[in-house]
């Protein structure tokens, strides 16, 4: 059992393996802040309501289907672009079809003269990653039915998040593994949690293109990967500095399995 006996409790490391273990979790636990931040401003809002619904997640995977592109944005990510009533203006317009005549009517409120007043600085068409809005035929372009992100960027975010995500759990998980939680069928199921998490929340994302309920599943999945990343920075940290060795563990030399 030689395997089992390498594996001792965080009260038999040496302090400065603590301290390096404590300096790891601290910051990959701001990082994970700063992801759920990421993941609010780039989805939330998308259905009208400022928190980050189910909804959200279906219109950024799979396309609002009512919604064209151009309003997906305006509700979603360039909704602080410009005053709501200037919002409802350009919808109204793409609504009642997005008649040409009515594009440029002279007033300060034609979407003419709101998209080069509020888009114009980043979406004057300099900038080749952003769409060129100036004009009727440019805006018009973004007036399809929006079907949410494309296979491509999927599959870029896909790999990424794939290899990321097993780097951060799998040092995580490292570090976990010195904690003593019984039974150690428990410690297996939190141990393996994030790695089943990342493989159905991103099979998720491809799912809710061809069926939109399986936004549910990229919420759960999400969340779950999130209680696991939580309870084992915790317990470790906490079983790191503030545990009380219980006698089974002192009697077993401190060996957890
Ligand atoms: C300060 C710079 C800035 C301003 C001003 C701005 N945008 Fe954007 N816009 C961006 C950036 C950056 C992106 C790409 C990132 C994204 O999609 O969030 C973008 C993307 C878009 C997209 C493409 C979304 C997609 O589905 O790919 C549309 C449509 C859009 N903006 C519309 C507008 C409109 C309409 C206005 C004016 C009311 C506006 N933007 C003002 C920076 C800006």
Redesign the pocket.
């Known amino acids: 059992m030689i395997v089992e006996r390498n594996c001792l409790h965080f009260s038999q490391l040496p302090i400065g393996m603590r301290t390096l273990y404590s300096g790891t979790l601290l910051v990959l636990g701001v990082g994970y802040l700063f992801a759920m931040i990421h993941i609010f401003a780039?989805h939330a809002g998308r259905d009208g309501n400022p928190a980050l619904s189910v909804q959200d997640l279906i219109i950024a995977y799979s396309g609002s289907k009512s919604d064209t592109?151009?309003e997906?944005?305006?509700k979603g990510?360039?909704a602080s672009?410009?005053p709501q009533a200037e919002q409802d203006e350009?919808v109204a317009w793409v609504r009642r079809g997005a008649i040409k005549e009515e594009f440029s009517t002279g007033t300060p409120l034609s979407v003419e003269a709101?998209?080069e007043k509020?888009?114009k600085?980043?979406?004057d068409g300099s900038n080749p990653h952003?769409?060129n809005?100036m004009g009727y035929e440019n805006l018009a372009s973004?007036i399809e039915i929006d079907t949410g992100m494309d296979i491509f960027t999927l599959v870029r975010v896909s790999h990424i998040h794939l290899f990321g995500i097993t780097f951060i759990f799998f040092i995580v998980g490292s570090i976990f593994c010195h904690s003593y939680i019984k039974p150690l069928w428990l410690k297996c199921i939190i141990l393996m949690t994030p790695f089943l998490a990342i493989i159905l929340d991103i099979g998720s994302w491809y799912l809710t293109k061809l069926f939109p309920p399986f936004a549910w599943m990229v919420m759960i999945s999400g969340a779950a990967m999130g209680v696991a990343f939580g309870v084992q920075v915790l317990i470790s940290l906490y079983q790191m500095w503030f545990y009380k060795v219980p006698d089974e563990l002192k009697e077993n030399k401190g060996v957890v399995s």
């Open positions: 780039s592109r151009l997906a944005a305006l990510p360039m672009m410009l350009i709101i998209t509020r888009c600085a980043c979406h952003l769409p809005l973004t």
